[in-house]
């Protein structure tokens, strides 16, 4: 409560001022209905006289923040990377789902699953992120650096908590810095690989 006296039995004491304005918060966590009973008191000359009510208190869930833990990895140029993701929901209730967006990912880079989005993101299930794997675009080496983010979504409110975290993939054949000469292949006009590094935030809808 966010007034009164909390007794030894745990019952709440409260006068008649501290009642404007009260409002119960109920555990970390906790969805569901709490049955309260509400007993007025009135003391007068030594005497008592009291009556009492029962009042429903209905706790609706909520989307809880997810956890998310990326970790960066290496991997060869014009070969599948494993990425090392891990998401799951901070406190599953039922209604709740969890789904986890990938940017950055350059022109001709692809995920071995998930969807596509138009904006340039992926969209993947928890289930998906089992075994997922980047492919960069052909001969390309150098670091994308991907923004992860974790939604979690709870279907009947509505109501979306995400966590955001961003992971650098190297992809080994050489380190070139950017700006610096660009590579030529034999028989083949001359290559840099791009470099330019994109950022963006996707919300799920």
Do not use: F, K
């Not at 799951?88 to 989005?117: D, F, K, M, Q, R």
């Not at 390309?140 to 009947?156: D, E, P, S």
């Amino acid at each position: 409560m966010s007034a009164g006296t909390h007794n030894a039995d745990g019952t709440w004491t409260l006068t008649g001022a501290q009642l404007t304005g009260l409002t119960l918060t109920p555990p970390a966590d906790y969805s569901g209905t709490l049955n309260l009973t509400v007993t007025a008191h009135a003391d007068v000359n030594g005497t008592d006289a009291a009556i009492s009510a029962n009042v429903a208190v209905t706790v609706l869930p909520v989307a809880d923040i997810p956890n998310l833990v990326v970790l960066p990895v290496v991997g060869l140029e014009d070969q599948p990377i494993a990425l090392n993701i891990t998401a799951g929901l901070a406190a599953p209730v039922a209604g709740e789902t969890l789904s986890v967006t990938i940017a950055g990912l350059p022109a001709g880079a692809t995920l071995s699953t998930g969807t596509h989005n138009a904006d340039g993101t992926w969209t993947l299930t928890s289930a998906q992120l089992t075994g997922v794997t980047l492919t960069p675009a052909a001969d390309y080496h150098g670091t994308l650096n991907l923004t992860v983010t974790a939604h979690c979504r709870h279907q009947r409110h509505r109501r979306i908590d995400q966590r955001q975290r961003r992971r650098h993939r190297p992809a080994r054949g050489g380190y070139p810095q950017p700006g610096g000469p660009a590579r030529r292949r034999a028989g083949g006009p001359a290559h840099r690989p791009d470099h330019h590094r994109r950022h963006r935030h996707a919300r799920g809808g």
